[in-house]
């Protein structure tokens, strides 16, 4: 493979339940993100790693996590899901050498609370 | 802080049509602009980008110049066709490796 996959493509959830969703990129990029897009509001930055063993939080990181273990895998997790966390998450990677540099994009999935 | 400003979407335009997207931007220092587009079911993927003034960025016939005077960096094509039909997003990113992204504009082109 070559680029970023997510996984599950999409989800229904019940609300209170757990959620880990995956992203794993193959490009050995420094940096990750973890994006909900909604309509209306565009791209929303949750949580984001400059590096394996480091992470951030974005503009939205209330009620998810995440983590970084390793250079390759990001996921992110609904502790207890809301029906408000229903959206399209996005996840991507960029080199991360300091600034000005593209993301690239996985496929999304697309997350339903009940 | 850091800001982006797109026109709102939907647009229509019939294929072989000119298009500008415009988009306005408010950030500290010399940013990166960018221009990313969504097709249908997919994520976004890069379209073209510009990291100093005057660079133009271009594109599968789509272009952008940043223009800092007026800190815009409008998307133009000069005829559209039906598979350019989806949504566009203008951003900037700064030192920090973070983007900033506008809403999105949806572009419909009708055949």
């Known amino acids: 493979i070559a680029g970023i996959t997510q996984a599950p493509t999409s989800q229904i959830l019940a609300a209170g339940r757990r959620m880990t969703l995956r992203c794993t990129q193959d490009?050995?990029?420094?940096?990750m993100y973890w994006y909900r897009q909604d309509l209306g509001l565009g791209l929303r930055l949750i949580h984001y790693?400059?590096?394996?063993?480091?992470?951030g939080k974005g503009e939205v990181p209330d009620g998810y996590s995440v983590s970084r273990a390793n250079t390759d895998d990001f996921p992110l997790t609904l502790a207890s899901a809301v029906p408000s966390q229903t959206s399209v998450y996005f996840c991507?990677?960029?080199?991360?050498?300091?600034?000005?540099?593209?993301?690239?994009f996985g496929p999304g999935t697309r997350l339903t609370v009940l | 802080g850091d800001s982006v400003t797109q026109m709102e979407g939907p647009v229509t335009l019939s294929e072989e049509a000119c298009l500008t997207i415009?988009?306005?931007?408010?950030?500290?220092?010399?940013?990166?602009l960018f221009w990313y587009v969504q097709y249908p079911g997919e994520g976004l993927q890069l379209l073209l980008k510009?990291?100093?003034?005057?660079d133009k960025g271009s594109n599968k016939g789509f272009e952008a110049t940043y223009r800092k005077e007026t800190t815009s960096f409008h998307l133009e094509k000069g005829s559209v066709q039906v598979s350019d039909s989806a949504v566009y997003f203008c951003?900037?990113?700064?030192?920090?490796?973070?983007?900033?992204f506008g809403k999105g504009t949806r572009l419909h082109i009708l055949p």
């Open positions: 991507a990677s960029s080199t991360g050498r300091g600034g000005f540099n593209e993301q690239f």
């Open positions: 490009m050995r990029h420094n940096a």
């Open positions: 790693s400059n590096t394996a063993g480091t992470t």
């Open positions: 415009n988009c306005t931007y408010t950030a500290t220092g010399y940013p990166s």
């Open positions: 510009a990291t100093k003034a005057d």
């Open positions: 951003a900037l990113s700064n030192r920090d490796d973070k983007i900033i």
